[in-house]
């Protein structure tokens, strides 16, 4: 019985699995794509917001790193993709065997709550559907936020937004279907003490044909950190 994060994510027929789905939906579905498009102006958008010529970003949860990679091409900054699941930076290196040379990234593995990189050691943190997959979403944010000079930009499904039918399909999929998988946080609780935060509802577009539209929200978080 899975009950945890990392019987998910550590197990390597998983991580095959998401990273195909993933990387052939993009591909092969058009309102896949067209929802991955948007996400993707969302998350370089709000790096730009954050710091407008990043030199060095991390992809937090990078999973098979297709996002920092896209990051990488249309930014040209360095890239650091991260995650604490072998199984997954293994999909990310064979991604990387089959991308130009403008597409590297660097991989790392390492835990978001508990990081071992440097204060300010990256201009901008981004991460897509991280923070629902962690139990401790509060740590994971501050050391996030701990490493990066100007901000996180972050997209996770939130329930602030969700319609009651939303609602009840994804608490099934959260106790019934992943048990130990999905987490739900109070993002702006969580980002409570930084100074700025904007959220934005992401809209799936009217190509999208895979049952109910995911209710996601990007997050963009300020560094600046309210006086205690």
């Not at 993707?40 to 098979?64: F, H, N, T, W």
């Not at 199984?87 to 978001?112: C, T």
């Not at 100074?195 to 009217?206: E, F, G, Q, S």
Request: include cysteine.
């Amino acid at each position: 019985m899975k009950s945890k994060p990392e019987d998910y994510w550590q197990n390597p027929g998983f991580a095959y699995k998401y990273a195909r789905n993933n990387l052939e939906g993009i591909e092969k579905n058009l309102g896949v794509q067209q929802f991955n498009a948007q996400c993707m102006l969302g998350i370089m958008q709000g790096i730009s917001y954050l710091c407008r010529k990043p030199e060095k970003v991390m992809d937090a949860g990078c999973g098979p790193g297709h996002r920092g990679i896209a990051v990488r091409a249309n930014m040209g900054c360095y890239v650091l993709g991260l995650d604490y699941s072998n199984a997954m930076l293994e999909q990310a290196n064979k991604l990387l065997k089959v991308v130009g040379p403008k597409h590297q990234i660097d991989l790392v593995r390492g835990d978001v709550t508990s990081l071992q990189q440097k204060t300010d050691s990256f201009d901008v943190v981004f991460a897509y559907g991280l923070l629902m997959s962690i139990p401790d979403g509060q740590k994971a944010v501050d050391e996030l936020m701990r490493i990066s000079k100007y901000g996180l930009v972050t997209i996770d499904e939130t329930d602030r937004i969700m319609t009651p039918i939303q609602l009840q399909e994804y608490t099934h999929i959260k106790e019934e279907v992943f048990p130990g998988r999905i987490y739900w946080h109070d993002y702006m609780k969580l980002f409570g003490k930084y100074r700025n935060t904007v959220m934005t509802p992401l809209k799936a577009p009217d190509t999208w044909d895979l049952g109910q539209p995911p209710p996601y929200a990007r997050f963009i978080v300020s560094k600046s950190i309210l006086p205690v």
